[in-house]
């Protein structure tokens, strides 16, 4: 497993914009699969967007799709997620993750985690 940071998460107002940073421990990074998930309150923890082991492939949900952009620095152990446009409805805490599988959007899937970085997007 892999021990995942994140930072870069605040306070913004709506049709901002916020680059989210995960950093990975491990010299295994660039064979996972990376994901962003994101949990607002009394909801449950939806996918976001992922990343294949490089880069070849990108995924989003479709509320952020043109929004957001995921991309990853292997060499850095860093996965990246940059948010424009951002609305009320993005806030949230914000968690990457790490899978040993090709392709993933179920959060059971991915075993490593970070503690989740807050956005909040003021209206």
């Known amino acids: 497993q892999v021990q995942l940071v994140e930072s870069g998460g605040g306070l913004v107002q709506a049709g901002g914009s916020l680059r989210l940073s995960c950093a990975a421990s491990?010299?295994?990074?660039?064979?996972?699969?990376m994901g962003w998930f994101r949990q607002a309150p009394g909801k449950e923890r939806e996918f976001v967007a992922g990343?294949?082991?490089?880069?070849?492939?990108?995924y989003y949900i479709d509320s952020v799709k043109g929004r957001f952009t995921i991309s990853r620095e292997n060499a850095k152990n860093t996965v990246y997620l940059q948010m424009s446009s951002l609305k009320p409805e993005d806030t949230a805490v914000y968690y990457c993750a790490a899978s040993v599988l090709r392709f993933s959007r179920e959060a059971s899937d991915f075993g490593s985690w970070g503690q989740g970085t807050q956005v909040t997007v003021s209206s």
């Open positions: 990343i294949s082991w490089t880069s070849s492939i990108t």
């Open positions: 491990g010299r295994t990074f660039s064979s996972y699969t």
